[in-house]
T-cell receptor, first 114, second 114 residues
Framework: KQEVTQIPAALSVPEGENLVLNCSFTDSAIYNLQWFRQDPGKGLTSLLLIQSSQREQTSGRLNASLDKSSGRSTLYIAASQPGDSATYLCAVEVRGGGSEKLVFGKGTKLTVNP | DAGITQSPRHKVTETGTPVTLRCHQT?????MYWYRQDPGHGLRLIHY???????DKGEVSDGYSVSRSKTEDFLLTLESATSSQTSVYFCAISERQIGVTEAFFGQGTRLTVV
């Protein structure tokens, strides 16, 4: 059974700091890995998707990397801003029996202090 | 934003009553999912659908049923609501395009069972 772990569960940093969020998964047989952002009381917004054949993806100040063999992904946020405060979730796509499903970590709650 | 609408957005119901949550999409995506999100547990898959009238159970399906009679609608029913089903429910959709599957989420339904 695929399990996804995100460490730390919460992180507080001063504005302007570069930071890394971690995601690990137990089964390397994944197809994609997706990073989401969730603001309080809101739904999930897709940030980055990394295909299993890729090593990294970038969008603005965000960079996500994937190392399938070690079962790890990181989300790097450069020059953090208070508006980056949110919960960040990673999810891996697993397939089997004709179905496709996402397995989620519990998220990292990020607070960026002005 | 992906065209996903969940209704209702908020609902309070009494223990033992039936409740139906609706997810409507305008993207014509094949896959639709129902998740629940609870503190300490993260997002957990309840049921999913891989086509009209094709559904399957997720990891926390007990007490829930689903139906998909049209591509655009996926209904989640709590036959007899219990307090343990108080949660925030999210619908998601996905479609595999050029080998890549990206998921998009609705805004959520906050259900309180009293």
């Amino acid at each position: 059974k695929q399990e996804v772990t995100q460490i730390p569960a919460a992180l507080s940093v001063p504005e302007g700091e570069n930071l890394v969020l971690n995601c690990s998964f137990t089964d390397s047989a994944i197809y994609n890995l997706q990073w989401f952002r969730q603001d309080p009381g809101k739904g999930l917004t897709s940030l980055l998707l990394i295909q299993s054949s890729q090593r990294e993806q970038t969008s603005g100040r965000l960079n996500a990397s994937l190392d399938k063999s070690s079962g790890r992904s990181t989300l790097y946020i450069a020059a953090s801003q208070p508006g980056d405060s949110a919960t960040y979730l990673c999810a891996v796509e697993v397939r089997g029996g004709g179905s496709e499903k996402l397995v989620f970590g519990k998220g990292t709650k990020l607070t960026v202090n002005p | 934003d992906a065209g996903i609408t969940q209704s209702p957005r908020h609902k309070v119901t009494e223990t033992g009553t039936p409740v139906t949550l609706r997810c409507h999409q305008t993207e014509n995506h094949r896959y639709m999912y129902w998740y629940r999100q609870d503190p300490g547990h993260g997002l957990r898959l309840i049921h999913y659908s891989y086509g009209v009238k094709d559904t399957d159970k997720g990891e926390v399906s007990d007490g829930y049923s689903v139906s998909r009679s049209k591509t655009e609608d996926f209904l989640l029913t709590l036959e007899s609501a219990t307090s343990s089903q108080t949660s925030v429910y999210f619908c998601a959709i996905s479609e595999r395009q050029i080998g890549v599957t990206e998921a998009f989420f609705g805004q959520g339904t906050r259900l309180t069972v009293v």
